[in-house]
């Protein structure tokens, strides 16, 4: 069964600072991986997403993630955090069997970004 | 281009009632999934449409809950009775078919609250 771990459930960084949102996960094979964000009464958004390639995978609004394998992680990260960027943050896998297949949803970091 | 639309955004009824949320999905899309996030829980899969045909449907709780998409348009999930369990946010996202690994688009979602 697939499932993935978001071990934090609040991250606090001030203004300026780096910022990662961690994200494990637990599949069989290689993974689609996805990042969404939740932002105050607004749906999920979506941020970014792993299919091949290069680990390092760009996305909106400054993001990125680092898929490793070894470790079966890709967490969020972005170099300067902004207050903007504090919102719910959610990590999710979906099986490389068909590409339409459901997302599963870790349950959530929300993140807090101090001016 | 209109994205996800959910109604209603909120609603709020007693055990025992009967509710219909409604999700329309982004033109053109033929995916159409449901989701639902239990407060402070994962967003949890529902099911799955193909166009007007129930893809997957393993994560609908019991039969009390009852989703279609008549003519592979908009989708309804009606919960007929509700119970207290019932209450969450409920998620519709719709996606692409054919090609690359698309990304689901979500709506704002309905907070459904069973008193």
């Known amino acids: 069964a697939q499932s993935v771990a978001q071990p934090e459930d609040q991250v606090n960084v001030a203004e300026g600072n780096p910022l990662t949102v961690k994200c494990t996960y637990s599949v069989s094979g290689n993974p689609y991986l996805f990042w969404y964000v939740q932002y105050p009464n607004r749906g999920l958004q979506f941020l970014l997403k792993y299919i091949t390639g290069d680990n390092l995978v760009k996305g909106s609004y400054g993001f990125e993630a680092e898929f490793n394998k070894s470790q079966t992680s890709f967490h969020l990260k972005k170099p300067s955090a902004l207050v903007s960027d504090s919102a719910l943050y959610f990590c999710?896998?979906?099986?490389?069997?068909?590409?339409?297949?459901?997302?599963?949803f870790g349950k959530g970091t929300r993140l807090s970004v101090i001016a | 281009e209109a994205g996800v639309t959910q109604f209603p955004s909120h609603s709020v009824i007693e055990k025992g009632q009967t509710v219909t949320l409604r999700c329309d999905p982004i033109?053109?899309?033929?995916?159409l999934y449901w989701y639902r996030r239990v407060m402070g829980k994962e967003i949890k899969f529902l099911l799955h449409f193909v166009k007007e045909s129930k893809q997957d449907e393993s994560g609908m709780p019991n039969n009390r809950f009852l989703a279609e998409r008549t003519g592979g348009t908009y989708s309804t999930l009606k919960v007929q009775p509700a119970e207290l369990e019932d209450s969450g946010v409920y998620f519709c996202?719709?996606?692409?078919?054919?090609?690359?690994?698309?990304?689901?688009?979500f709506g704002p979602g309905t907070r459904l609250t069973v008193t």
């Open positions: 996202a719709s996606s692409q078919v054919l090609g690359q690994v698309h990304e689901q688009y």
């Open positions: 999710a896998v979906r099986s490389r069997n068909s590409g339409n297949t459901p997302l599963v």
């Open positions: 033109s053109g899309h033929d995916n």
